[in-house]
């Protein structure tokens, strides 16, 4: 990458993280109840996050001629949604961290967590019910459509992901895991984003089904960084527990990889693993998967994985917005495809 | 109640109950994922009940000259609204029985429960949305506003009562108790319909704020006598654990009473039991809690207030509802303030 296009990426990231994050404090303003539901609902956003989906929501906007003022009820609602889904996959999943702190059940219990959760999804509605002052009632509920189905992917990845723990799947492949993704992460992290920025841009001007295969690529690529990063990044800046998602029995691509390479006995070793509950997982079961996964260049693997991923979103990036003139958003949105991969 | 009234009211529930009952499943027919999502998503609301909620909706869609047909895409979602919220309370409650058989949670674990419970909340959003086609974006629009709302004020009124048992709180009063339920049950279960049914009726042609004070007293004898039905109702027909809410720790007014009147060393006694995890409490617990409530007429002292609480929602149903002719939907709002206190 750049150093332009590196400075292109962190300055935008910046410029509508800071607008998208001052009007999230908007919603979650403290008022009663206070101690089991609105100073929590502003934990997670308040730990910083750099707020990228929102970013990818104005950018597109802005490169389909709208501005950043039309986009921001919607990247504020995005970022409330993504809060809210963070909430319950860290009780979903049993995460220990995040963003550098313990989590939301880990600190208030999951009764008062799972309500917390809900609070910000409720909360996400808001912002998209203002939109109609600006936009008109018509684009508002064609923006509350494109939400609805974007939190039915998201939750029909989800259950994908909680099937495979709880039947403790062990003949999966990466079109598995691939689809999984598309669902959880690809449609509410870039796929929406593009095109809810392109509805809003264009005043439902414009086709949307052309950002899908472009914010599958791109997503695709950011989803198997992050899990790289959960298992060779570092601590400090990751702000999760290392090597958490092999604690979590998490289907990852390295873990697919590595059930498809190992050898009879390993499978076994691995299956009885994976099988544990989280609390019945030990440190020496943990560290053996990872030499396992490095036995068998499974890290490696996934990187050439995100690495083809990348590139394909590189190539799909010019039919998605082709009909859009040269901008500084158009060059950002360009600049993602490699910046996914480069991001610590 | 006369037996005019009460087969009126057992007709209309039956009538709308069903409509309703035909709408959800539209919106919960299975497909993938099925086994960890859809599946589940469908049980609960297969389970039965009487979608009171539902027929409190459509009956004020009708007494304000809308059609039963105009109604039923909300009543529908609110239904699915209702299914979510008992998924999440389930857990947060960490109850064992609903509608005659395990709860969700204790079925498929805390994790797919959570999701189920999302999966429900964001299907709501559906049929809402439908609402565009014959009622046009603008009543659409504001339904989905009246629904924001809604759900905020269940929230809240949830992280209340969240709150009580993580405190371990011993001073509430009544007031505190009615505040509590007019979020948690009344805006739900008797405001929102009211208000909605209306709003779609006389095409957002009446003013809303005369349905809280009915839906108030209406919802809180309801709530009320659910309680006491937990306490003293018949297992087979109330499809709960009997006691489960004092198994749950939870602040019922039987409970406050209780604490209110309790010498000094049954309080001290009742804040140590209160304040027991679930898991904590044993059988002679709750047995010593029935019979001080019995001793102390903690019952009769909520049956009274249930009564009066119904006798207030007949009183104001006059002024929620004197802009609208007579009819059969009318007299059937009129009547569920006197049957709320004798359903089984």
Redesign the interface.
Same mark, same amino acid.
């Given at each position: 990458m750049t150093t332009e296009a590196a400075s292109l990426v962190r300055d935008v990231l910046q410029e509508y993280g800071s607008l998208a994050q001052a009007t999230v404090r908007k919603y979650i303003r403290p008022r &009663?109840?206070r101690?089991? $539901?609105y100073e929590l609902a502003s934990d997670y956003p308040q730990r910083g996050g750099r707020a990228l989906r929102a970013s990818l929501c104005i950018s597109s906007a802005r490169a389909h001629g709208g501005s950043a003022a039309d986009a921001l009820n919607s990247a504020a609602a995005l970022e409330l949604l993504h809060n809210a889904f963070l909430i #319950?996959d860290d009780? &979903? +999943?049993?995460s220990e961290e995040r963003r550098g702190a313990p989590t939301m059940h880990v600190l #208030?219990?999951?009764? !008062?967590a799972?309500?917390?959760g +809900? @609070?910000l @999804?409720?909360?996400s509605? =808001?912002p998209l $019910?203002e939109n =109609?002052s600006d936009l008109g009632?018509?684009l *508002?509920?064609r923006i $509350? &459509?494109e *939400?609805?189905r974007m939190? *039915?992917e998201s !939750? &029909?990845g989800? @259950?994908?992901e $909680?099937?495979w723990? =709880?039947d403790n799947a062990l003949d999966l492949r990466e079109d598995d895991y691939l689809q999984m993704i598309l669902k959880k992460t690809c449609w509410y992290t870039t796929i929406y984003p593009c095109r809810v920025g392109a509805l809003i841009g264009s005043r439902d001007g414009t086709e949307l089904d052309r950002f899908v295969r472009f914010g599958f690529f791109l997503g695709a690529a950011f989803q198997i960084q992050d899990d790289l990063l959960n298992l060779v990044g570092d601590h400090g800046r990751y702000g999760k527990e290392l090597s958490g998602d092999i604690w979590e029995g998490k289907r990852t691509l390295m873990v697919i990889r590595l059930l498809q390479l190992a050898s009879p006995a390993e499978r076994i070793e691995l299956g009885r693993i994976l099988g544990l509950d989280r609390a019945g997982r030990v440190g020496r079961d943990v560290k053996w998967i990872r030499e396992r996964m490095h036995a068998y260049d499974c890290i490696a693997f996934a990187r050439r994985v995100a690495h083809g991923l990348a590139g394909a979103a590189l190539h799909e990036f010019d039919g998605a917005y082709e009909t859009v003139p040269d901008s500084r958003d158009k060059r950002f949105l360009r600049a993602l495809a490699t910046w996914v991969l480069e991001r610590a």
């Open positions: &009663e109840p101690s089991a $539901l #319950h009780v &979903e +999943d049993g #208030h219990g999951v009764p !008062i799972v309500n917390v +809900d @609070a @999804a409720v909360l509605l =808001r $019910l =109609r009632p018509r *508002t509920l $509350l &459509e *939400t609805a939190a *039915t !939750i &029909e989800q @259950a994908m $909680l099937a723990r =709880r």
